[in-house]
């Protein structure tokens, strides 16, 4: 398997958030197009410390998915990364 190509990990916490900020703002104008009220506040400086924290938030792709994620997030949802959905449901590699 020679085509296969290693992710690189997030592991610094400033890396982390602005990945995902920069991935809310991008995903912004396709789900508003599809009727998702997007937030006009910043996100909840527990879910910034979670993405910055957490092991689960090393990849880029959980941190773009929880940007994904967030227009439709409840306050109470369990995070993406807790959940282990991304590594158990997805088949992702986490």
Known sequence: MADIIPVSTLS???????V?????????????AQGYLIPTTAPSPDLVELIERQD?????LTVEMEA???PGAVPAR???AETGLAGNNLGFVL
């Open 56 to 60: 689960g938030y090393t990849r880029p």
């Open 78 to 80: 369990r995070r993406l």
């Open 68 to 70: 994904l994620l967030w």
């Open 20 to 32: 995902f900020l920069e991935s809310a703002k991008a995903f912004g104008p396709t789900l508003a």
């Open 12 to 18: 610094a916490r400033q890396k982390r958030r602005d």
